[in-house]
């Protein structure tokens, strides 16, 4: 049954759930809106994607017992459909979702509506992962909804590897924004000094999200925390074939989003 401060909501949704949790959990977990075993329940994550939330939380090592969960949107929107703005605004402003915010170490947004309704920004893909502080006491990190999970299974070991940096964020409500040194016309000699470390991590940038070589725009490469060298399509000679010798040698390599890098 719907509290007193859902009257007059103009989302007229269907159900209701507040969030779950103990007192003293250090993360809260942020979704959407519920679904429908939500709504019949009255308790969030509690159908498939709930399922698949579960399954993370244990390959990550997290105990859902110990977080606090909760959604974006208390209810369940008409027709299953996402939130607009104005209803994510009018459902934080209700439930003084801002109040709630600052009393965890580390809020963990799950998609693009916990993205919007706490930063701002849109683009989960290109926010998850990061760890950053949108408005003061607050500290969170981004990453994909267990629902898209159901649709990109291959991004599976990339949640579980955000909700093991939720782990070691949360021990702490404390932020250091990292160091960020980055070179952005790689060369030869960068490659070289790459290669002197014991392994090295590569993103590739790309055009489309359907793997293909040729929509390649940028290569990072970095063998430390914080720095980083761009090469903006490399196609010189010798910058290939130092390239080649780097990622065909015997040094350990970490990829982002390496499962889609893999087929590109």
């Known amino acids: 049954m719907k509290?007193?401060?859902c009257e007059g909501c103009s989302l007229q949704g269907g159900g209701y759930a507040e969030g779950e949790g103990p007192e003293n959990a250090t993360i809260l977990l942020l979704g959407e809106a519920l679904g429908s075993e939500e709504e019949d329940s009255g308790r969030p994550f509690v159908g498939g994607a709930g399922r698949i939330l579960n399954f993370l939380l244990q390959k990550a090592g997290l105990r859902r017992s110990e977080l606090y969960i909760t959604n974006v949107i208390r209810c369940?929107?008409?027709?299953?459909r996402t939130p607009t703005e104005e209803e994510i605004k009018d459902c934080t402003r209700r439930h003084k979702l801002g109040e709630l915010l600052p009393t965890f170490n580390l809020v963990v947004l799950l998609g693009n509506s916990a993205l919007l309704a706490v930063t701002g920004k849109t683009g989960i893909t290109r926010?998850?992962?990061?760890?950053f502080v949108p408005q003061e006491g607050v500290k969170v990190l981004p990453t994909i909804h267990p629902a898209a999970i159901m649709r990109q299974q291959d991004m599976f070991p990339i949640v579980v590897a955000d909700l093991q940096r939720a782990a070691t964020e949360a021990i702490s409500p404390d932020y250091?924004?990292?160091k960020q040194d980055y070179t952005?016309?790689?060369n030869v000699g960068h490659i070289q000094d790459i290669k002197l470390g014991d392994a090295f991590?590569?993103?590739v940038e790309t055009t489309h999200l359907v793997p293909n070589p040729l929509s390649i725009t940028l290569l990072g490469l970095s063998r430390e925390s914080g720095t980083a060298v761009v090469f903006d399509r490399p196609r010189g000679a010798l910058e290939v074939e130092a390239l080649r010798n780097l990622f065909f040698g015997t040094k350990m390599k970490i990829g982002h989003n390496i499962m889609f890098d893999i087929r590109t």
Not at 76 to 80: G, K, S, T
Not at 127 to 131: A, F, I, L, N, P
């Open 76 to 80: 369940r929107p008409p027709r299953n």
């Open 184 to 186: 952005l016309e790689g």
């Open 127 to 131: 926010w998850r992962g990061s760890v």
């Open 201 to 203: 991590s590569f993103d």
């Open 176 to 178: 250091t924004p990292p």
């Open 3 to 5: 509290p007193p401060l």
